[in-house]
């Protein structure tokens, strides 16, 4: 707002004012968190001379990509097809009526980084624009052309097989780096969703490949500077394969699914370590992320203070960390945090990015200090330094609250409560779907997608939700259920499951448009159709969608649900082993398809009872539920359709004695009353024995 441009919203005005005024579209795709938005932000967008060539030229667009990813995911195509570069910020040029004809990411000020300045890209476009505006308007339908085929899969439906599984799981094992632990080389993305299908494809096959793969790639994640050392927490990704220096800004959702990905390798490995980093997540996540008042996560904390800061907040010269401790936790503090005169950050080589460089073990021994006063010395550094850190300016906290990635976090909170005995997440997650569900949900207008803005004067826009955000919460309510066995959360799940049917399923072809049908008018390339199936870097839409419509078919026994999935699933399954590690939900959603849900249904209460809702807990698989009902709870109108015709019957519920039941296949057999006889028929079910 404070800037010279005269900026306009997405919308009918400015497309008005385009046509009106015969001129080109400037559109600014960015982002809170984005470090090079910013940078771009100040250097040209702040720039009078800059601005007034943009106010006389063009109309210019500011979009915000996490308000409106439907935009940003067309225009990325676009931009991508042109100059081979996507990300943020994008900047593309549009005709009057937003079909992109030219575009890149960051322009400088001045030629530089073997690019054109800014100012003369405007001029030539601009030029362009008018003195050759056949080219432009046969490059722009050339582009328009790339962003429909992007997002075609004519031809490549097939029925989905669990070779698709296999062939997924092979593409992401040839990617793993033995060394450092990821998938391919530098810039390193975590890939949650493949480390999820890898946690799950080694439970069901005993494979210790699979295992050292997500292990390896866990532990060295977490020890690296990618982790926060100080408050725990991740960063969006490492710009090296060492996972050491990392791109600063710390995503909600990088965050939920990473989460997820260190409780179920607790629940596989029974490491601490584990979890002990998802307890870190869930602390960082509670004190900078979360409305305590009311519920609800934060989208995002920036990387950085100003242009000329590369992650300071976070990082230490020597100097710094030997200002706030004493000489001997510096002394250990540095060797096991790898601080020194020089450290890691181009812009001042003096910072130090914290990350585990030598083992308390390895300390020990070179000091000649006993492990014990090691361990106490490293603690009360850490509490010193992450003391004096607070005391710095700190970068901003994005505190808009979006439905899809509420939702995303509200699964992992859930997941962290129940297998670590966090009582306290599992209360903030209830109170957040709860949030989600009074504040952005309702039968007429279906689901907002975003539910609160950091600027309140904001809160006029109400921006309908995307496919992502049904999908999301529809898993998060039956999330929800199955932590609370309270029926309301399941006919949340079914009725917002519903409304993502009828809005977004495509009845001719099968699978789901990322936009509601029949959304009013779409301007520039909106009515594009996409049917988003990569992670990117979120859980693919059609995937999760898949998944939820499976989960409700086994409490529902309502084909409906599996047919609609199955439909979903078909239209990528002729090339989905192409795409590799990155529709690892798509292969996760397979898991669902093709291998029978398990529902494990803990009867009563008492020790007996805590005891065999722990051996329930225990193995980790993704077509798993675990649900724990009092006996007053075990009748029909209690229960889901499919539960009800079975629950009810079973011979303990009559005798009140506590015992858990495996159903799968919409039957249940007898049950169990041993935790160990449980955690062995557990493993029998999943597809593990021993």
Same mark, same amino acid.
């Given at each position: 707002m404070h800037q010279p441009i005269q900026w306009h919203e997405w919308g009918e005005e400015a497309f008005a004012a385009a046509q009106r005024e015969n001129k080109p579209m400037l559109l600014d795709i960015g982002a809170v968190w984005c470090h090079w938005c910013h940078v771009m932000d100040r250097e040209s967008y702040d720039n009078p001379e800059i601005a007034q060539i943009v106010n006389q030229r063009y109309i210019p667009v500011k979009v915000d990509r996490d308000e409106h990813p439907d935009i940003d995911s067309r225009y990325q195509i676009a931009v991508s097809s042109i100059s081979g570069q996507g990300g943020w910020p994008l900047t593309a040029f549009l005709t009057p009526d937003g079909k992109p004809f030219y575009g890149g990411t960051y @322009?400088? $000020?001045? /030629?530089?980084?073997g690019r054109p300045s800014f100012k003369r890209v405007l001029l030539a476009i601009s030029d362009a624009f008018r003195d050759k505006h056949g080219d432009v308007v046969d490059q722009a339908k050339m582009v328009e052309g790339a962003i429909a085929h992007a997002e075609s899969f004519a031809g490549k439906n097939a029925t989905f097989t669990p070779a698709i599984i296999d062939a997924i799981v092979k593409s992401a094992l040839e990617m793993f780096d033995p060394v450092n632990g990821g998938f391919g080389s530098a810039p390193k993305f975590p890939h949650p969703?493949?480390? /999820? =299908? +890898?946690?799950d494809q080694y439970v069901r096959s005993g494979d210790e490949h699979l295992r050292d793969v997500f292990v390896t790639t866990l532990e060295k994640m977490a020890r690296g500077g990618v982790y926060d050392q100080l408050a725990g927490g991740f960063h969006r990704y490492s710009v090296d394969e060492r996972w050491v220096v990392p791109h600063f800004e710390k995503m909600c959702y990088d965050n939920s699914e990473l989460l997820k990905n260190y409780v179920h390798a607790y629940q596989v490995t029974g490491s601490e370590f584990f979890a002990s980093v998802a307890r870190d997540i869930v602390r960082w996540m509670d004190e900078w992320l979360s409305d305590r008042e009311r519920g609800g996560f934060y989208a995002s904390q920036d990387a950085d203070l100003s242009m000329e800061?590369?992650?300071?907040?976070?990082?230490?010269? =020597?100097?710094?960390a030997q200002a706030v401790l004493s000489e001997e936790e510096a002394r250990v503090a540095s060797l096991h945090y790898d601080i020194n005169e020089t450290g890691e950050m181009h812009h001042n080589p003096a910072k130090n990015v914290l990350y585990v460089r030598a083992s308390r073990e390895e300390i020990a021994r070179r000091l000649s200090l006993p492990p014990q006063q090691v361990e106490s010395l +490293?603690?009360? !550094?850490? %509490?010193?330094?992450? !003391?004096?850190?607070?005391?710095?300016?700190?970068?901003?906290?994005?505190?808009t609250v979006y439905t899809g990635w509420n939702a995303l976090s509200v699964s992992a909170y859930l997941a962290a409560g129940q297998v670590l005995g966090i009582d306290a997440a599992q209360h903030f997650a209830l109170r957040s779907i709860d949030r989600i569900l009074a504040e952005g949900w309702s039968m007429e207008r279906g689901l907002l997608h975003v539910l609160a803005y950091s600027d309140a004067d904001a809160d006029l826009r109400r921006i309908p939700g995307v496919l992502d955000d049904y999908a999301f919460t529809v898993v998060a309510c039956l999330d929800a259920y199955e932590a609370t066995s309270d029926l309301s959360y399941f006919s949340f *799940?079914? %009725?917002?499951?519903?409304?993502?049917?009828?809005? @977004? @399923? /495509?009845?001719?072809?099968?699978g789901f448009f990322d936009r509601e049908i029949g959304e009013k008018k779409s301007l520039g390339v909106l009515g594009t159709p996409r049917k988003p199936f990569q992670d990117s870097p979120t859980p693919a839409g059609n995937s999760v969608a898949a998944i939820a419509l499976m989960r409700l078919y086994s409490y529902t026994n309502a084909t409906t649900y599996r047919d609609k999935a199955e439909q979903t699933m078909e239209i990528l399954a002729g090339v989905a082993g192409q795409y590799g590690l990155f529709v690892a939900t798509y292969a996760m959603a397979g898991v669902h398809l093709s291998q029978p849900h398990t529902q494990v249904v803990v009867i009563g209460e008492g020790e007996l009872a805590d005891r065999l809702f722990q051996a329930a807990l225990g $193995?980790?698989?993704?077509?798993? !539920?675990? =649900?724990? +009902?009092?006996?007053?709870? !075990? #009748?029909?109108?209690?229960?889901?359709?499919?539960?009800? &015709?079975?629950i009810p019957q =079973?011979? #303990?519920?009559?005798? &009140?004695?506590?015992? *858990?039941?495996?159903?799968?296949?919409?039957?249940?057999?007898?049950?169990?009353?041993?935790p160990e006889q449980l955690a062995a028929a557990l493993r029998q079910a999943i597809g593990r024995s021993g």
């Open positions: @322009f400088p $000020p001045d /030629d530089h980084y969703s493949a480390i /999820d =299908l +890898l946690i800061d590369d992650g300071d907040y976070f990082t230490w010269t =020597l100097q710094e +490293l603690n009360s !550094a850490k %509490k010193k330094m992450y !003391a004096a850190r607070l005391q710095r300016p700190t970068p901003y906290v994005d505190k *799940a079914r %009725k917002i499951a519903d409304a993502m049917l009828s809005r @977004f @399923f /495509d009845p001719v072809s099968g $193995p980790f698989s993704a077509s798993k !539920a675990v =649900l724990r +009902l009092a006996f007053n709870k !075990a #009748v029909p109108q209690n229960l889901p359709p499919a539960l009800a &015709e079975t =079973l011979p #303990v519920v009559q005798a &009140e004695k506590p015992a *858990a039941a495996i159903c799968s296949g919409f039957a249940c057999q007898p049950p169990i009353t041993s």
